[in-house]
C-alpha cells in the first residue's frame, strides 16, 4: 500500500514539535532513534529525518512526497511546492537590525550598507522591492556578530524573543516578514497521497480548533 513521505528536521527547534504535532494527531512513530526513516504502524506514513533546508528540494523533487519546515526556508528556497497549512508552532519574525547607537532613519539607512544574512534572496527581493542598492554579505551562522566585529553595518535575520539582538548590541528596525512552521507538499502527488494528506491535514486542523477551544488537555 502507497505510503505518504513526509520529511521533518532532524535534529532542531521544529524536530521535537514536528513530532509531537503527529502524536497529537493520533499518528504512532516508532520510538527508536532518529534515524534516517521510521514510519506509523496505524497511519500510512512516513518520516525522513533531514536538515530543514534540504527539505524544499527533496520535496520538489518527490524524494519526500511533503514535509515541515519554517516558511522562511521556503522562501529562501525559492522552490516549487505548495504550502499548505500554518502549522502553529515556530513562529519568530524576519528582521533588519542595525548597532543599538546609530539613529535609524527609515529603510533608506540601508542605502550603500553592507547587511550580513544567512537569507540573501529574501534580502535581495526585499531591498529590489524597496529600491535600495547594497552589499549582502552571505554568512553561515552567527550572523549577529557580523556588526561588531565590522564585516557588516546590519543584519538581516530571524528573530524571536530578541535577546540575541540585544545582546549583541544591536536593535530591530524593520520586522520583513513573519514565519512559521508549515506543511508544504509536493505539486505531484498521486490521488492516493493526496488523500492521505488531505486526511493528515483534517486531523491537523481538528486538533488545532481543539486547542484553540481548550477542549483537549494541555
Ligand atoms: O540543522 P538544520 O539546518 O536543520 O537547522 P537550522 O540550524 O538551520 O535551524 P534551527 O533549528 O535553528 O531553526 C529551525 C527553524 O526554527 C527556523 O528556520 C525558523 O523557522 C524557526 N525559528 C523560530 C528560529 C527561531 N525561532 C530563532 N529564534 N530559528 C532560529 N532562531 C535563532 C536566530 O537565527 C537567532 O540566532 O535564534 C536567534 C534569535 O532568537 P532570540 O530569541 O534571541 O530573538
Ligand atoms: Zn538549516
Known amino acids: 500500500m502507497s505510503k505518504l513521505k513526509i520529511a521533518v528536521q532532524k535534529s532542531g527547534r521544529l524536530s521535537e514539535k514536528s513530532l509531537e504535532l503527529f502524536r497529537s494527531c493520533g499518528i504512532r512513530l516508532s520510538n527508536g532513534d532518529r534515524t534516517l526513516i521510521t514510519s506509523s504502524p496505524n497511519f500510512p506514513v512516513d518520516i525522513l529525518f533531514l536538515r530543514d533546508d534540504d527539505i524544499p528540494h527533496y520535496v520538489e ?19 516549487n511546492v505548495v504550502v499548505n497549512d500554518k502549522l502553529g508552532f515556530g513562529g519568530c519574525r524576519m528582521s533588519l ?17 553592507r547587511i550580513a544574512t544567512s537569507y540573501p534572496q529574501i534580502l535581495k527581493n526585499y531591498l529590489q522591492k524597496k529600491g535600495i542598492s ?22 538581516f535575520d530571524i528573530v524571536s524573543t530578541g535577546s540575541t539582538l ?14 512559521e512552521a508549515v506543511m508544504i507538499s509536493s505539486k505531484v502527488l498521486s490521488s492516493t497521497k493526496s488523500e492521505i494528506l488531505s486526511k493528515l491535514l483534517f486531523r491537523i486542523r481538528s486538533v488545532k480548533k481543539a486547542s484553540e477551544n481548550n477542549c483537549l488537555p494541555q
Open 97 to 113: 537590525a542595525i548597532p543599538r547607537d546609530e539613529v535609524y532613519t527609515g529603510v533608506s539607512w540601508m542605502e550603500n550598507r
Open 166 to 179: 540585544m545582546m549583541n548590541g544591536l536593535k530591530e528596525v524593520e520586522v520583513i516578514k513573519r514565519s
Open 134 to 155: 547594497a552589499a549582502i554579505e552571505i554568512t553561515g551562522g552567527s550572523v549577529e556578530v557580523a556588526p561588531g566585529i565590522g564585516l557588516a553595518d546590519a543584519i
Open 61 to 79: 523533487e518527490g524524494v519526500a512526497d511533503a514535509g515541515i519546515l519554517g516558511e522562511n526556508v521556503v522562501w529562501e528556497s525559492e522552490s
